[in-house]
């Protein structure tokens, strides 16, 4: 069995690269950690890819780091949904989970080191105009997702790996869809 740690000491090991972001990102929960178990994983393709960051953010260009550093985002659990088709939503359903709005750039709360927070959920940029927010947000997801903050994961079956969501994204990569791909995930929420 492969294990694997991701986030508080992600910086040696990483090359970064991340477009989902966790639940806490788009409900009031307080997420900490991840892991991602592999029971079953398909002959090609389905590799997960995490990024850092805290180094991206340690990377920014300065004008680029000044705007992010003052803004809010409003993330939306059904914003990246929609983008792909997927808008049949009950007011019900639109109701459990709200948008919430959270600082673009924050520190981590053990290590202080600050953190940029693009998402894929975020539906609007405070302040911002729909058009401008949304074009901030994809060059943000551009510099974080650069090969230097990148940890590509190509899994087997028996491998384990955990991350710390307040510090990185992650996305799982394209396989073919018949095959199967069991990936058991357990989050923890934060203590305070």
Request: hydrophobic share 35%.
């Amino acid at each position: 069995m492969k294990f694997h740690t991701i986030g508080n000491n992600f910086a040696a090991e990483v090359s970064g690269i991340d477009l989902k972001q966790d639940l806490g990102a788009f409900q009031n929960i307080p997420v900490a950690y991840s892991m991602l178990s592999a029971v079953v994983v398909p002959e090609h393709g389905g590799d997960t890819e995490w990024c850092d960051l805290r180094s991206a953010y340690e990377q920014l260009p300065d004008d680029l780091r000044q705007i992010a550093e003052t803004l809010v985002a409003v993330h939306s659990a059904f914003h990246s949904r929609r983008l792909l088709g997927d808008d049949q939503y009950t007011a019900d359903q639109l109701a459990k989970f709200p948008p919430v709005r959270r600082p673009l750039v924050y520190q981590h709360p053990f290590d202080g080191r600050k953190i940029v927070h693009p998402s894929v959920h975020i539906e609007s940029i405070d302040g911002m105009s729909v058009p401008e927010g949304r074009l901030l947000v994809a060059e943000l997801l551009e510099h974080v997702t650069q090969a230097a903050f990148v940890y590509r994961h190509s899994w087997q079956a028996g491998d384990y790996v955990m991350w710390d969501n307040r510090s990185t994204l992650h996305r799982g990569r394209r396989y073919d869809l018949q095959d199967r791909r069991d990936l058991r995930r357990t989050t923890t929420v934060e203590r305070h």
